[in-house]
């Protein structure tokens, strides 16, 4: 990279400001799109995470404006970057098979690996990331969305065939849904929350990394819903929780119980409901010791242990096959308080 300062600079210029401006812009697609190819910078110049969350935001959010006349630059950088090889023949950056961090861990190409670049925009990957970024994008920075059947269907194809696609689109929603107008009258959630919560549960079921972007999400949303008001901190609440347990049935179990577990102590009883039905209808012995013990802590953070009468009878009787397993199942001496409470739970007769 250093036998090219100008995108050096430009890309530097755009990280260090966290945002993009015209200038850098269009000197990097200047740069990217010289002939000849090999006087191009290396690629793995823009496969940088915090250069490609810059991008994504540009792109995608509709809280960030764009000129008009650059949006097209703005699209092309993008789906170079998601299409273009590290090395010859490597792999496309953002592949799927790439089970690694939220854009896939491009591996590094050798400086001015001309070849690496050279008619990147001629390939049949590139094409396709440019016109489901094209299609999307437009889509997500509607000022007012409409997202009929036909723009769900361009939605989750975008989302399917491009990992950058997918970061877009929880940008978005994620916008949206850490907003606290969002949960107030005729701000959008009665219309638009169903559909949101298809397009990231697609996002989370097609690239896996995303689902730790998901988690943050909620945890955001969680956060939000604190500060507002009675009526809307529920509907906020509800959306949190959504966004938790999907991560939950995800593949997840883990990070998500250490979420709720955190959340339970100030959450409405009826939401301490859904929780614990939530996760004994996906759970059951056997079990890990740390799902277990992850379990267990869960349980213990309710403040009332009065709040399980009042879950749906199938979870009781569930819940009661799990804390019988945990008392016959030994635990590591440090958690004899844990096998202490299950046992306590266990005791009790539920009507």
Same mark, same amino acid.
């Given at each position: ?16 400001? $966290?945002?993009? $401006? ?117 889509? %997500? +920075? ?7 059947? +036909? ?89 949190? /929780? ?7 049935? /995800? $593949? ?20 301490? %409901? ?10 059951? &012995? ?13 349980? +213990? ?15 009781? +009787? ?11 199942? &030994? ?14 739970? $266990? ?5």
């Amino acid at each position: 990279a250093g036998g090219h300062p100008d995108a050096c600079r430009a890309i530097g210029s755009m990280v260090c400001a $966290n945002k993009t $401006n015209p200038s850098d812009m269009n000197k990097l697609h200047d740069l990217y799109t010289a002939t000849p190819a090999h006087r191009r910078p290396p690629a793995s110049l823009v496969h940088r995470h915090d250069l490609l969350d810059i991008l994504v935001r540009a792109v995608f959010d509709p809280r960030v404006k764009v000129t008009p006349s650059l949006v097209p630059k703005y699209h092309w950088l993008l789906a170079y970057a998601s299409s273009a090889p590290s090395i010859p023949d490597g792999p496309a950056y953002g592949s799927p098979a790439d089970d690694g961090p939220a854009y896939g861990s491009p591996a590094e190409e050798e400086d001015g690996a001309g070849s690496g670049v050279a008619a990147v925009e001629d390939g049949e990957a590139f094409g396709e990331a440019l016109r489901h970024i094209a299609a999307v994008a437009k889509l %997500c +920075k509607e000022d007012t969305p409409v997202l009929s059947p +036909k723009a769900l269907i361009a939605v989750r194809e975008g989302i399917e065939a491009s990992r950058v696609v997918s970061m877009g689109v929880l940008a978005t929603v994620g916008g949206a849904l850490t907003d606290r107008a969002f949960y107030r009258p005729g701000g959008g959630h009665e219309r638009l929350s169903k559909p949101y919560a298809k397009m990231v549960e697609h996002c989370a079921l097609t690239h896996a990394p995303h689902r730790e972007v998901l988690l943050d999400l909620a945890g955001q949303v969680w956060d939000l819903s604190v500060e507002l008001s009675k009526d809307e901190k529920a509907l906020a609440a509800d959306v949190a /929780l959504s966004l938790c347990l999907l991560v939950f049935r /995800l $593949n997840m179990p883990l990070r998500a119980l250490e979420v709720l577990t955190r959340w339970v102590p100030v959450m409405r009883p009826e939401d301490q %409901c859904l929780v614990v039905e939530s996760i004994v209808a996906y759970v059951g &012995p056997p079990l890990s010791q740390q799902m277990l013990r992850a379990l267990l802590h869960l349980l +213990k953070a309710l403040p009332s242990l009065e709040t399980l009468e009042h879950c749906a009878a199938p979870s009781k +009787k569930a819940l009661k096959t799990i804390l019988e397993f945990a008392c016959s199942t &030994p635990l590591e001496p440090a958690d004899k308080g844990l096998s202490d409470f299950a046992a306590e739970v $266990n005791a009790i007769t539920w009507t």
